[in-house]
Antibody, heavy 120, light 109 residues
Framework: EVQLVESGGGLVQPGGSLRLSCEAS????????MGWVRQAPGKGLEWVAN????????HIVGSLTGRFNIYTDSAKKSLFLEVNSLRVEDTAVYYC?????????????WGRGTLVTVSS | QTIVTQEPSFSVSAGGTVTLTCGLR?????????VSWYQQTPGQAPRTLIY???TRSSGVSDRFSGSILGNKAALTITGAQADDEADYYC?????????FGGGTKLTVL
């Protein structure tokens, strides 16, 4: 059974940083795409970033490049999102996802999410 | 910036059929732009329903189907049930960039 478990969220002041983690199990991590989607309170879903398991390719939504960084640790079957210079508008539930890019890419599995609250 | 459009809300009678759509503010959605659909109930993580425009995800009821209608992608729900009441999001794969629609809040009457 595929499981994705996020951690690392919490309350942080504006300008602060966090590292979100996602531990994967139940599937072979190699050669897979993983990524993050976020959802602000009461709002819709927003794609944040994707990365290939070996870090050979990654994509981050344009508005977040320079502040967010995505990478993996294949040995630990883990995905990370470094979020820097946090703003109030970054407050959201951050979902980890396993992407299937066999044809086009779509989200095949979702974690339960970790809440990031940016507030002074 | 590309904008993906969805109806903000829709209602359907229990047992009825409803079609939700997913379009582009500029341009048309075709099978060359692969679409996936997701269902989210309050307080829960999203669940994958449809991918590659037409293919149902494992375990998803055949009451859910994906298609192209005109210049939009569509999600059709037949025999609507109370637990279909949820938010529905489409996601477009725009080649190294992905964008969700704003979501449709479906009410089952």
């Amino acid at each position: 059974e595929v499981q994705l478990v996020e951690s690392g969220g919490g309350l942080v002041q504006p300008g602060g940083s966090l590292r979100l983690s996602c531990e994967a199990s139940g599937f072979a991590f190699s050669d897979k795409w993983m990524g993050w989607v976020r959802q602000a309170p009461g709002k819709g879903l927003e794609w944040v970033a994707n990365v290939k398991e070996d870090d050979s390719a990654s994509h981050i939504v344009g508005s977040l490049t320079g502040r967010f960084n995505i990478y993996t640790d294949s040995a630990k079957k883990s995905l990370f999102l470094e979020v820097n210079s946090l703003r109030v508008e970054d407050t959201a539930v951050y979902y980890c996802g396993k992407w299937d890019c066999t044809a086009a890419c779509h989200l095949a599995y979702w974690g339960r999410g970790t809440l990031v609250t940016v507030s002074s | 910036q590309t904008i993906v459009t969805q109806e903000p809300s829709f209602s359907v009678s229990a047992g009825g059929t409803v079609t939700l759509t997913c379009g582009l503010r500029s341009g048309s959605v075709s099978t060359s732009l692969q679409v996936s659909w997701y269902q989210q109930t309050p307080g829960q993580a999203p669940r994958t329903l449809i991918y590659n425009t037409y293919t149902r995800s494992s375990g998803v009821s055949d009451r859910f189907s994906g298609s192209i209608l005109g210049n939009k992608a569509a999600l059709t729900i037949t025999g609507a049930q109370a637990d279909d009441e949820a938010d529905y999001y489409c996601l477009l794969d725009l080649r190294d960039f992905w964008e969700f629609g704003g979501g449709t809040k479906l009410t089952v009457l």
